[in-house]
């Protein structure tokens, strides 16, 4: 049993958090690079089907001017599928594509003089993070996507006697993205120990049928019961927003 009563303290390591944001942000007309390089000759209509964040780059610069304060470079990498239609209903021909955008924000880590060391698994020690530098992440939920439209441009060609234009045409999307950012770096704190408190439940069911695992299963009533659209215009400000 754990004691709750126990005035006792043991040091940790943990990160700590000095600084976070979160940011709704709407990335308008992102250029989208196909992975085929080109359209089908045809398209007249394109849609996206689906977007998800592929990869986010996350780097941390000090600002020379304020001490204790950071700026955070974002570099997110979109992976998209379109579909493209000659025509209204016709038969479409899916395409993928990536898309990026970069953001910035500036956020508090406070300052050490220290550096931290730690044992790499090979046993030598390396550097961790780097002197005096917190660390920032970033989480990100997948991307809405808002609207996706043709795009075209008349790029030079080189050409002889005399340089030519040709029409390209591409693909443009805006998407939504909700994201957090929170910039921390390790430290030492005192908090309350209680007893290591050994589980009772038993790790191993091998002695279940597949039917008695599924009668201990809750009916998933809220399966069949989805959510209605309010009638009221108040209803619907609320889900919108």
Not at 110 to 135: C, H, L, N, R, Y
Not at 207 to 212: A, K, L, N, Q, T
């Amino acid at each position: 049993m754990n004691d709750m009563n126990s005035d006792r303290t043991a040091p940790v390591k943990v990160m700590r958090v000095f600084d976070s944001c979160s940011d709704k942000d709407c990335l308008t007309d992102i250029p989208v690079t196909l992975t085929d390089g080109t359209l089908p000759s045809e398209t007249n209509i394109v849609r996206t089907r689906s977007a998800a964040v592929e990869s986010a780059c996350v780097s941390v610069e000090p600002i020379p001017f304020n001490k204790g304060f950071y700026s955070i470079d974002l570099s997110f990498t979109f992976r998209l599928e379109l579909q493209c239609y000659e025509k209204a209903c016709s038969a479409p021909v899916t395409v993928f594509g990536t898309a990026n955008v970069s953001r910035s924000c500036i956020l508090y880590g406070s300052g050490s003089s220290v550096k931290t060391f730690t044992s790499a698994d090979t046993g030598s020690p390396t550097e961790f993070p780097s002197p005096d530098m917190p660390i920032a992440s970033v989480s990100v939920l997948e991307p809405v996507v808002l609207d996706t439209k043709l795009t075209r441009s008349c790029p030079l060609i080189p050409d002889t006697p005399a340089p030519r234009q040709t029409e390209e045409r591409g693909v443009a999307v805006t998407l939504g993205l909700f994201y957090v950012v929170d910039l921390a770096r390790p430290v030492t704190l005192m908090v309350k120990a209680y007893q290591y408190n050994i589980p009772r439940k038993d790790c191993c069911t091998d002695s279940d049928s597949p039917c008695e695992i599924f009668d201990r299963l809750r009916f998933p009533e809220e399966e069949f019961d989805p959510p209605a659209l309010m009638n009221n215009c108040d209803g619907l400000d609320d889900i919108i927003s």
